[in-house]
């Protein structure tokens, strides 16, 4: 295994000579996605004319199936076949394995008479027409035996248990200090169930070829969608060729199958025929998974000079009954600030609802919205600044482990964050900047988010032609993950980007981990740099053993890749000359990248500062954005466009987590009132007006052979709290009920005369 | 699929016919109410008459000093004509805070009258609601209802009618000309067009079956500021918490009743000389809260007094 100090030699990427690294190059695939060319798994073409399949949904949260009547549905114009839990076909148990090293087990669909949350399917149709498959599954009449079911989170939170193997973190003595503290803040928070919202619905396009299954599916992880569809069918993972070209829109939700991709192709071997099996918008939000609702208390105990010697972040989340999950949203607090006396952890009810799960920045995304909000209110309570304050608290090494950061920007971000958004402007005291029926204010946030880098390879390949083709079995969820890769490939190559190939998104390509916890770019484009570097050693070689090279005979250690050229000194040649010469079958290699093995030595994050600017109406509690900028620390940075797309977009979410977005169950039924885009409301352009955001000159040595680390989820941590922080500032009404909707900050206005 | 046959007439009289001859057969505009409420199942149509070829687009003066608009024309069209924007521009500031552009694009001024609520238990058939399946129950009475009505709710329905535009157009006190199944025209006020939900919530106006609203008459403006004030969960693309439009004297409240609601206690506290303040509150002494809701009750008085104050700067707060 190697040693991160493995990665601090001088490399291609990090000298980049022809300056493709870091420039906001244009998406690869933009123009296929702007001209509606670009085929998302439900509109892959399948060799022969498909079935269209269509789910129905159970309509109770916690119960049986006691009858279940197809004979309208079968019976239905253009209905192929017709499957409940009583004659779909034979699937390995949930949970089963059968291939070594398989990284999902079995997930069967319609596995049994048991409802565990309403919209879980309980019927599938496949018909000559998608029309006629929705027709055909509205005329099923299932019939059930309810049972009572946990609904109410808030309800429910004396029930929250400690999620195995999770103690909780103590460090010191949290409650002899906060008690002796002389400034205290003791605080609940708390932000409801999220949904992803993906433009493009979970969807598969399915067809056989003898005993082996194409399926074109809309998935995050390549190698998890094929093990899980593999295990569930019970045949070995070679079986199963998956593909997810385009993905629009994952965040977290498409981390996993779900029941589309093994009923397709059930469905398509049953009709030895194609078929295409899409989720509707509704089934979207009520049979995936979520974002949990979180209630966090956190409990701050300082000196009058701001530093903290107590600090707790305790948090509440829920899951499903049958599928634990936790969303660890103290954890980021647990490398943020110096504290001697420190308390974190989580509880968990077990609920009966739709399946709790990883939404972009799980844990940091709804539990900074916590502590972000009560390091303001401590800076009010202790009249400091609260940039200050964070100053004040800002720890040398790790505040819970000890060990050293591998870099850590934190400060850079706040003080350059201030100086260009123009903190200097905000009067402290909130309640003071009118502008006619608005009134105005100011607020800041810090972010923090985990990097990481997991095992990843990569083939790059170079025909005679000159055009080099990266493959990885990786996915762009909408990213610029090609894009990426692309201009990693043609600066450690030295090409220009129009000699590149980037394919993605096959499960017969080399693996990678896909898409998923920031840890993306620097996983996928560290196997892709080793990949490209490999091929320049196979390239080096095969120019310096061909007689007819001007490179023949000369010092492998002296070659050089630049403007389509291999070179020593003054001799060279196009690679395209070399390949059509010496190889023209073209040279093929791979790549691979591992984590260090004393990657872990280090504290490793991603930093930045965020920084509001709202009205709030006095008339009527809305809240609008006037301004909003953030500045970021994330390693090197590889494309200025798509990097900054992913942490402006960060920072809307968190704009909607403040303001809008937010899902209820309704008690009654288990179900979630809000099942479309008309109900969700996440922003709009009108709600973002002026947006900017900025990164810090950065290489983080400690993370990858290219010093780059993930910027995909950092924009969304505490982007939320700075907004509730700016309402504060603007009107003196301190919601802690996210997300801050009229009917909440009018009550405040309300309450305080206003 | 569930079948269902289309035509599309480009005379007003055959439109008219082809509805009234057929059970179940709707009319399509803009279709982006009605598609969509046939997608979830829960409009039903049989028949469809499309009647985006009718000769009903334009907007004409009137002998009267006011607007006839066509029936089809788009809200596009009618928030940026140039007599609207400078005669009506309470109904120009209506429908652009509705919907987003596309949506108006497609929208057309009957359609959007005709628009059906957006209660969240109406959209989801797995949920009993005596308007889409009358006897079966109100989901949203006990349910999430922060968005319903606090005027002329009754026991069987509590939902709101959704429309920005209609609330304009009962402050300005429009009307509406219809051809009914028989092929005479008849004309009744904005104001009088939708029903309150009673025990019937799925009667939702006063048109029979098979009549076709074919355009809208504004009247000549009265004197007086406009202004349309919509409080709303998001900038843009969000349907309304609350709205108010204020036409000079006249006053209407949206998103607070099942209809667009003449604030007519408002107005007759104007007339009596009441402050702006005082005149909001005399709606609103009448509004029912049910618990979720109460805040708009609050909101509307509060958007009501200030938007009379924009409206005539010289008034009283
Ligand atoms: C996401 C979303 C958000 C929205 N937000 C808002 C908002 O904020 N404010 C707002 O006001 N609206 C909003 N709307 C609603 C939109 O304004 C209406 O869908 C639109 O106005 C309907 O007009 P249409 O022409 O498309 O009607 P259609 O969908 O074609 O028809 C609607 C109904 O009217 C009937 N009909 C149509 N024309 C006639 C006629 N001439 N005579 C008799 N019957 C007729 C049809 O049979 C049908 O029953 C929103 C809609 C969506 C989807
Ligand atoms: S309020 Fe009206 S529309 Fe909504 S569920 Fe009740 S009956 Fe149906």
């Not at chain 1, 009108?686 to 993930?710: Q, S, W, Y």
């Not at chain 2, 319903?148 to 157009?169: K, Q, R």
Request: hydrophobic share 40%; net charge neutral; with cysteine.
């Amino acid at each position: 295994m190697s040693s991160v100090k493995d990665w601090a030699a001088p490399n291609p990427v990090t000298e980049n000579r022809s300056g493709i690294i870091g420039k906001g190059v244009d998406r690869y695939e933009g123009k296929l996605k702007v001209t509606g060319t670009a085929a998302y798994a439900y509109e892959v073409e399948p060799p022969s004319a498909p079935a269209y399949g269509y789910l129905l949904a159970a309509t109770i949260a916690k119960g049986r199936i006691t009858a279940i009547d197809t004979a309208a549905a079968e019976a239905s114009p253009g209905v192929k076949l017709v499957w409940t839990h009583l004659n779909v076909p034979r699937q390995a148990r949930r949970g089963e394995r059968i291939n070594p090293r398989s990284q999902r087990p079995s997930n069967p669909a319609l596995a049994g008479d048991r409802i565990e949350f309403f919209g879980q399917p309980v019927a599938f149709v496949a018909a000559d027409t998608w029309e006629n498959a929705r027709a055909a599954a509205n005329l099923i009449a299932v019939t059930y035996a309810a049972e009572p079911a946990v609904l109410d989170f808030r309800a429910s939170l004396d029930q929250a248990e400690m999620p195995q193997g999770e103690e909780d973190v103590l460090i010191g003595d949290f409650e002899g200090a906060y008690a002796k503290a002389p400034a205290q803040i003791d605080e609940t928070y708390f932000s409801p169930l999220q949904n992803h919202v993906q433009m493009e619905p979970c969807a598969t396009t399915a067809w056989w070829e003898g005993d082996k299954v194409t399926v074109h599916t809309s998935i995050q992880m390549v190698k998890g969608g094929q093990h899980s569809l593999a295990e569930t069918l019970a045949i070995p993972s070679e079986k199963v060729h998956l593909l997810t070209r385009y993905i629009g829109g994952g965040f977290g939700g498409k981390g996993q199958a779900y029941d589309d991709l093994v009923l397709a192709a059930l469905g398509a071997q049953a009709l030895g025929q194609p078929l295409k099996l899409s989720y509707t918008r509704q089934q979207m939000f009520q049979a995936t998974i979520h974002r949990p609702a979180v209630s966090m208390r956190v409990r701050l105990g300082a000196e009058p000079d701001g530093r903290l010697n107590a600090f707790a972040v305790e948090a509440i989340t829920h899951c499903a009954r049958s599928a634990p999950f936790v969303e660890h949203a103290a954890n980021f607090s647990r490398n943020l600030y110096a504290a001697p006396n420190r308390l974190t952890g989580h509880r968990l009810v077990k609920m009966d609802i739709p399946h709790a799960g990883p939404m972009r920045a799980p844990g940091e995304a709804p539990g900074m919205l916590s502590l972000e909000c009560a390091m303001d209110e401590l800076a009010e309570k202790l009249g400091i600044d609260p940039i200050e304050l964070r100053l004040r608290n800002e720890p040398d090494v790790d505040p819970e482990t000890g060990k050293p950061f591998s870099i850590r920007q934190l400060t850079e971000c706040l003080n350059t964050g201030a100086q260009r958004f123009g903190w200097s402007r905000r009067n402290p005291k909130p309640g003071q900047v009118r502008d006619g029926r608005w009134l105005v204010g100011m607020g800041m946030a810090a972010a923090i988010r985990g990097n990481f880098l997991l095992p990843a390879k990569a083939g790059v390949r170079i025909d005679g032609t000159g055009i080099i083709t990266l493959r990885q079995g990786m996915t762009d969820i909408g990213t610029g993950t090609y894009t990426i890769l692309a201009q990693i490939t043609a600066e450690t190559m030295g090409v220009t980007m129009d000699q590149v190939k980037i394919e993605l998104g096959d499960s017969e390509f080399p693996p990678a981990p896909g898409s998923g916890g920031q840890f993306g770019a620097a996983t996928a484009g560290s196997a892709a740099f080793e990949a490209n570097m490999n091929l320049r050693k196979a390239l080096a070689e095969l120019a310096i053993g061909d007689p007819n090279s001007p490179l023949y005979g000369g010092d492998p250690t002296y070659v050089t890749f630049g403007n389509g050229n291999i070179a020593i000194e003054n001799r060279s040649e196009s690679l395209a000359t070399l390949v059509s010469r010496a190889a023209p079958e073209g040279v093929y290699v791979e790549g691979a990248i591992s984590p260090a093995a004393d990657a872990r030595d280090y504290s490793q994050h991603t930093y930045g500062g965020h920084f509001a600017e709202v009205g709030v109406d006095t008339v009527t509690g809305e809240v609008r954005m006037r301004k909003m900028f953030g500045v970021f620390a994330a390693g090197r940075i590889l494309n200025a466009k798509t990097a900054k797309s992913q942490v402006t977009g960060g920072m809307i979410w968190g704009v909607g987590a403040a303001l809008t977005e937010g899902n209820v169950v309704d008690n009654r039924y288990g179900s979630f009132i809000n099942q479309d885009m008309a109900g969700y409301l996440v922003p709009t352009h009108a709600d973002i007006v002026d947006l900017d955001a900025i990164f810090l000159e950065e290489a983080d040595d400690k993370a990858n052979p290219m010093g780059i680390k993930g910027v995909g989820e950092l924009g969304i941590c505490g982007a939320g709290a700075a907004v509730a922080n700016a309402i504060y500032n603007a009107c003196g009404v301190r919601l802690r009920d996210f997300p801050m909707t009229p009917d909440k900050v009018l009550e405040g206005l309300m309450a305080k005369g206003l | 699929m569930r079948p269902f046959t289309y035509e599309r007439p480009t005379d007003v009289a055959a439109a008219v016919k082809a509805v009234a001859a057929t059970p179940g057969a709707k009319f399509l505009a803009g279709g982006t109410n009605l598609l969509d409420l046939m997608k979830l199942d829960i409009e039903q149509p049989t028949h469809l008459v499309d009647v985006n070829r009718l000769p009903l687009a334009g907007i004409e003066d009137t002998p009267q000093g006011g607007l006839r608009i066509g029936s089809m024309v788009t809200n596009s069209h009618l928030a940026a004509d140039a007599r609207v924007r400078s005669r009506y521009s309470v109904l120009t500031q209506a429908i652009v805070s509705g919907g987003s552009g596309q949506l108006r694009n497609k929208a057309t001024a009957g359609g959007n009258l005709l628009q059906r609520t957006r209660c969240a238990y109406f959209y989801d058939p797995s949920k009993p609601c005596n308007k889409r399946h009358p006897g079966s129950g109100c989901s949203a009475m006990e349910g999430l209802n922060r968005n319903s009505a606090i005027f002329g709710a009754s026991d069987a329905c509590i939902a709101t009618h959704p429309s920005d535009m209609a609330v304009a157009l009962t402050a300005l006190g429009a009307g509406v000309e219809t051809m009914t199944a028989d092929g005479a025209t008849r004309s009744l006020a904005v104001a009088d067009l939708h029903r309150l939900p009673g025990d019937t919530p799925h009667l939702e106006t006063n048109l029979a079956a098979g009549e076709l609203i074919t355009a809208v008459i504004l009247p000549p403006a009265p004197p007086g500021g406009q202004v349309y004030r919509k409080a709303r969960d998001r900038a843009s693309y969000a349907g309304g918490l609350a709205s108010v439009a204020v036409v000079g004297n006249q006053v209407a409240f949206g998103a607070v009743a099942h209809k667009p609601w003449r604030a007519e206690k408002t107005e007759a506290a104007l007339a009596g000389g009441a402050s702006a303040v005082e005149a909001a509150h005399a709606e609103l002494a009448g509004a029912q809260d049910n618990g979720k809701n109460g805040f708009k009750i609050a909101l509307v008085a509060r958007m009501t007094a200030d938007a009379l104050g924009q409206a005539s700067p010289g008034r009283g707060a």
